[in-house]
DNA sequence: GTCTATAGGAAGATAGAC
DNA sequence: GTCTATCTTCCTATAGAC
C-alpha cells in the first residue's frame, strides 16, 4: 500500500468518520467500518490516533469549522439590513433542506461529546462558538446598517440562536419541508420586529 | 425472589431504563445495567422483553407520555389569553430547569429510535405528538379566550414548538439559566405579538 | 416463574511479523 | 510505515437447572 504520512492518514481518516456517521449513525462508526471506510488496516487506525476518542475529538472540530464557515461568508454582502437577515437565514435554510443528514450529525455529535466524559467541553465549546458566531452576525448587521436592536445584543442572540436550532429540529425530525419553511419565515419577519423602527 | 407478574416486571425494567438513561445516557444503559437498577437477574430481563428494542420502544411510549401530560394540565385555569400563554410557556420553562436531564434524555431517544431502522416510526410520531398537543393549545387559548392569531395555526405551531425546543436545547448545552430565560420571555412577547389586537 | 451459566459475536486496543 | 492475528472486554440473547 501506499506510504502515507501520518498527518493525511489523519485526515482520511476524519473525512472517512464524518462519511460513515453521516450515513449510519455515530453508534455505527466504530473503528472497524471507519478503517474499511477509509480503505486502510485497522492498525493504521491506532498508528495515527492514540484511541478512538482522540478520532471523534478531531470530527467534532473538523465539523463545527465546516457548519461555522459559510455563516460568515453570508455576511458579507450588500443590501438593506432587512434584505441582509433574511437572506442569511434563507441561505442556512436551503443548506439544512439540501443536506440534512449532515445537521442530523452536528446534533449527535454534540450529545455523544456531552455524555463522553472526556468530550464534554467541546460540546459547550461548539454552542459557544455557535453564540459567537450569531453575535458577530448581528453586530456587523448593525454597524453596517446604523440600525438598533430593541432587546439586547445577548438576549436577541441567544432567541435567534434558539430559533434556528428548534426549527432545523423541527424539519430533521418532520420532514416537512414547506411547513418547517412557513415557521422561519414567519421566525424572519418576527426577528425584523425587533428592529428599532426609523424615526 | 418474589414472583411478580410478567407486566409488573415490564414496567419495572422500563422504570429502571429510564433511571439508567436520564443517569448515564441510552448509550450506557445496556441490558445489565438496566436489570442491576431493577435489582434483577439478567435472565428476566429476556423474559419479559423479546429484545433491548422491545424494552426501548416501551422507554420512548412512556417518556413522551410524562412530558406530554403537564403540558395539557397547564392549559385548564383561569386567567386571559395573554397570562395563560405566559404561564403555560413559564411552567414548561421551570420543568426544564428543574430537570434538565429529564429533557436531555427526550432528545437522546429521539435521535436513537431515528437511528434505528425498527423504531424510526416512534422518531416521527413523538414530533407528531408534540405538534398536536401545542396545536391543543393553541386553539384552546383562542376559543376561551375569543381572540385570533394573525398567522395560520399550522406555521404557529410550528414556530412555537421550534422556539421551545430550541430554547431548551440552548440551556441543555451552554447552561446559562439567566440568559436562556431572558430569551424565553423575548419569545413570549414575540408569541403575544402574533395575537390580532382587539380593536 | 426465577436464576446461573454460557453461547456467540463485536467492540477497542495491541503485538509483532514484514 | 503497514498489516494480520490476537487479546480482552463487553454486549445481547439463550439454555437449562431449580
Given at each position: 500500500m501506499a506510504r502515507l504520512s501520518a498527518e493525511e492518514r489523519r485526515r482520511l481518516l476524519v473525512d472517512a468518520a464524518i462519511r460513515v456517521m453521516t450515513r449510519d449513525g455515530v453508534a455505527q462508526a466504530t473503528t472497524?467500518?471507519?478503517?474499511?471506510?477509509?480503505?486502510?488496516?485497522?492498525?493504521?487506525?491506532?498508528?495515527?490516533?492514540?484511541s478512538k476518542e482522540?478520532?471523534?475529538?478531531?470530527?467534532?472540530?473538523?465539523?463545527?469549522?465546516?457548519?461555522?464557515?459559510?455563516?460568515?461568508?453570508?455576511?458579507?454582502?450588500p443590501g438593506d439590513v432587512e434584505e441582509k437577515l433574511r437572506a442569511s437565514l434563507m441561505s442556512y435554510w436551503q443548506h439544512v433542506l439540501d443536506h440534512p443528514a449532515e445537521h442530523q450529525l452536528t446534533y449527535e455529535l454534540t450529545q455523544y461529546a456531552t455524555r463522553t466524559p472526556g468530550?464534554?467541553?467541546?460540546?459547550?465549546?461548539?454552542?459557544?462558538?455557535?453564540?459567537?458566531?450569531?453575535?458577530?452576525?448581528m453586530e456587523a448587521l448593525r454597524a453596517n446598517a446604523d440600525v438598533a436592536w430593541t432587546v439586547?445584543?445577548?438576549?436577541?442572540?441567544?432567541?435567534?440562536?434558539?430559533?434556528?436550532?428548534?426549527?432545523?429540529?423541527?424539519?430533521?425530525?418532520e420532514r416537512d419541508a414547506e411547513a418547517a419553511t412557513a415557521a422561519i419565515d414567519l421566525a424572519a419577519r418576527q426577528l425584523l420586529n425587533l428592529l428599532a423602527q426609523p424615526a
Open positions: 472497524r467500518a471507519i478503517v474499511s471506510e477509509a480503505d486502510m488496516s485497522l492498525g493504521a487506525f491506532h498508528y495515527c490516533f492514540r482522540e478520532l471523534l475529538e478531531n470530527v467534532i472540530v473538523a465539523i463545527t469549522e465546516r457548519t461555522a464557515l459559510p455563516a460568515q461568508e453570508i455576511l458579507e454582502g468530550l464534554a467541553d467541546l460540546a459547550r465549546t461548539q454552542y459557544r462558538n455557535y453564540l459567537k458566531t450569531n453575535t458577530r452576525l439586547p445584543t445577548e438576549t436577541l442572540v441567544r432567541y435567534l440562536t434558539a430559533v434556528i436550532d428548534g426549527l432545523t429540529l423541527l424539519f430533521l425530525n
